[in-house]
């Protein structure tokens, strides 16, 4: 096992809406996205201007049938964990908004073309 000194890792559910906090969410559910994964997290990482490693292959211990993996984020700046979750929660949410918006337009395209054929 590798040390990870200035490392904090972080887990999808620590910012999943749709979890309790028995379940596992580490923030208030008015920060938190649904159905947050490595990959949203990732990229709200790089927003937030964050270096990470993510780990796919790991399973969360609350939840230990699903497969969720976990983010490893560095911290020079010594920040306390809570602080860094609600950094990244802020970009979580843009990061969800942002393809919510992207799978709309995508919709609304679609839709465009098959009115325009059926006429």
């Known amino acids: 096992m590798r040390k990870n000194d200035g490392m904090v890792i972080v887990w999808p559910a620590y910012l999943?809406?749709?979890?309790t906090r028995t379940q596992?969410?580490?923030v208030s559910t008015?920060?938190?996205?649904p159905d947050v994964t490595i990959d949203i997290l990732q990229k709200a990482a790089e927003m937030a201007g964050l270096e990470a490693e993510a780990?796919?292959?790991k399973k969360y211990p609350r939840d230990w049938q699903g497969n969720s993996g976990y983010l490893?984020?560095?911290n020079p700046?010594?920040?306390?964990k809570k602080r860094l979750l609600?950094?990244?929660a802020k970009s979580v949410r843009r990061v969800v908004a942002r393809q919510e918006s992207e799978r709309q337009a995508a919709a609304k395209k679609k839709g465009k073309?098959?009115?325009?054929?059926?006429?």
């Not at 008015?30 to 996205?33: E, F, H, R, T, W």
Request: proline share 0%.
């Open 55 to 57: 780990t796919t292959d």
């Open 86 to 88: 609600l950094m990244l």
């Open 30 to 33: 008015n920060l938190a996205a």
């Open 113 to 119: 073309k098959r009115k325009g054929g059926r006429k």
């Open 72 to 74: 490893l984020v560095a």
């Open 77 to 80: 700046d010594g920040h306390k």
């Open 24 to 26: 596992g969410r580490r």
């Open 16 to 19: 999943d809406s749709k979890l």
